[in-house]
């Protein structure tokens, strides 16, 4: 598991301070970057790249402008050339939202999908949870 903070900003907020459910979606990315780029610093992103097929959010909870929340990354599916990372959105121990990203892995020099590279099935291997 990777956890991320994720500072809450004023724009991010609706009329009574409660997080717009859009938003959820850029805490969701700013996690899954931070997971790439703290397993695999050096990662070659035009030939070894990844693209999002899916995203699902369930809210739980309102999450406040006050509120100090992280989200705790996972590997939930590992495919053949496609995985699915799930996102733990928590303030104290608070699950105040879910979500799940399906990713396909992309060769952007030659324009097709291609099989998990085994050095990112390495690190997804290493964060795969069981659902």
């Excluded at 991010?12 to 970057?33: G, K, P, T």
């Excluded at 006050?66 to 705790?72: A, G, P, S």
């Excluded at 939202?97 to 952007?108: A, H, I, Q, T, W």
Aim: proline letters at 4%; charged letters at 25%; glycine letters at 2%.
């Amino acid at each position: 598991m990777i956890t991320t903070p994720i500072q809450i900003r004023f724009s991010d907020c609706d009329m009574l301070q409660h997080v717009n459910n859009a938003v959820y979606l850029q805490y969701f990315e700013i996690s899954r970057i931070n997971f790439f780029k703290s397993e695999i610093p050096t990662w070659d992103w035009k030939k070894k790249g990844i693209i999002l097929l899916k995203n699902t959010v369930e809210y739980k909870l309102p999450l406040l402008l006050t509120d100090e929340c992280r989200i705790e990354v996972n590997c939930i599916h590992i495919g053949s050339k496609s995985f699915t990372l799930n996102y733990n959105l928590k303030v104290d121990d608070n699950i105040k939202c879910y979500g799940e990203s399906v990713l396909v892995c992309y060769d952007f020099i030659e324009n097709k999908t291609i099989p998990i590279p085994d050095d990112l099935n390495s690190v997804l291997k290493k964060h795969l949870i069981t659902k």
